[in-house]
Structure formats: C-alpha cells, structure tokens
C-alpha cells in the first residue's frame, strides 16, 4: 500500500533510553543498567497506568518518578544532584548513529515526518536539537495535546490530523512492539525496527513490515512512497 508520510516515534527508536545506563553507572557501581532498564520499565508503566485511570501527568512527571522509583527498589540513595544530572540526560539522550543519513534521505524524496511522542514538546525539541534532527522534520507532535499516552487512539489520532490524510497512509515506525501493535490496530501501516532481536508481543496482531535498522526502513519507505 503507498504511503504519504511517515510518522516516527521518539524514545527507543530515534533515542537510545538506555544510554542513561552510563551515567547512572558512575553514580551507582555495579547496578546502572539495571537501575536504567527498570527505570524505563516503570516510565512506561505509568503512561498506560494513568491513561487506563484518567490520571493523566506529563511525561517528565512520571519520567522522575520511574527513576525515584528504581533508585529506591535497587537501595541507592539518590541525590538531588544525581537526580537532576539523570534527567538532565534524559533531555539529551544518545540518538542512533545511523539516524542523520536516513532521514536525510528521505527528507531529500520529499517524504513528509513527523514525530509522534509520549514525550513533552520541550523534552523532544531538546533531544532532537542535540541530535541534530530537528530540521528533517515537518511535525512534533507530543500526546500533552491530548492528555493520554500511547497505546490511546486519541494519541494516534494526531498523525492523521497533522498530515492531513488517512492512518492507513501514514508509515509509523516504533522499536517498541507494544506501541507498534497498539499502531497497528489503529489503522497505520506499521514497521517494527526491531534492533534487539526481540520476540513479538502476544497480541494477535502483526506489524505490515519489519526492520532491523533505519536503513532498512528507509528502504521500506522509500519503495513505497506515493509522493
């Protein structure tokens, strides 16, 4: 099926979550990884938690708590220095090398993208401005529009609203399956990039195409671009 624009998500996909693992390491010996796999575990909890629940706080609220949160199961004790140092970072997370070059690509097909992102306005216009990324894109659009985060249709609902034409047109690239299927029975035409190698969610739904690097979504986008 052509596609008209694509619709990519942020944290995981263009920015690596974990690369707050390093810092988090020179604080705490022994237990950064851990502490920044759980802290992204329990950030992601708390998005669907409060959406399920009506509760709905931004993302740098329940980014805070997931690390308060981790920080106290693995029995560190975490500074107000440390703590502003780690979110702080998580402004300015790693993106993936291979980034830059993709998109340009597809900026130069004319490709229409946008970000469509759990996070705030201020904490993807920061990651994006030091990553470099912000003028391959047409749209950033944050779930504070609407007040609930992904999987809700009403977050989905705004890459139809901002490209002006249907979800089934719109390629919607996430590294994480939970967001891709939650894509995917909205209507979009979804690719997984599965970096990791990670089994597929047990959801009774498939991604229309998979991906193992943004070159190869690129690719995708590019064969099947309407203009």
Not at 148 to 155: C, D, G, L, V, Y
Request: overall charge negative; charged content about 20%.
């Amino acid at each position: 099926m052509p596609i008209k624009a694509i619709a990519f998500d942020a944290y995981g996909t263009l920015l690596d979550v974990y690369s707050v693992g390093a810092l988090a390491e020179e604080f705490f010996p022994g237990k950064g990884a851990t502490i920044a796999a759980m802290w992204r575990d329990k950030q992601i909890e708390y998005t669907r938690l409060r959406t399920m629940c009506d509760r709905y706080a931004d993302f740098w609220q329940v980014t805070g708590d997931g690390l308060d949160y981790a920080c106290e199961f693995h029995k560190v004790v975490l500074t107000v220095d440390q703590r502003a140092a780690l979110m702080g970072a998580y402004e300015t997370l790693t993106a993936f090398d291979e980034n830059h070059a993709q998109m340009t690509r597809l900026k130069a097909a004319g490709v229409p993208m946008a970000i469509l992102s759990n996070g705030t306005r201020a904490m993807i216009d920061s990651a994006l401005q030091a990553a470099g990324l912000e003028d391959l894109l047409d749209h950033v659009l944050s779930v504070d529009t609407v007040g609930k985060f992904k999987t809700a249709p009403e977050a989905y609902q705004m890459g139809s609203d901002a490209f002006g034409c249907d979800a089934s047109e719109i390629l919607f690239v996430s590294s994480n399956c939970w967001d891709i299927c939650g894509a995917t029975w909205f209507g979009y035409h979804t690719i997984w990039l599965n970096r990791a190698g990670l089994p597929i969610e047990r959801l009774g739904v498939e991604p229309m195409a998979r991906a193992a690097s943004l070159h190869d979504v690129a690719d995708y986008a590019l064969a099947s671009f309407s203009g």
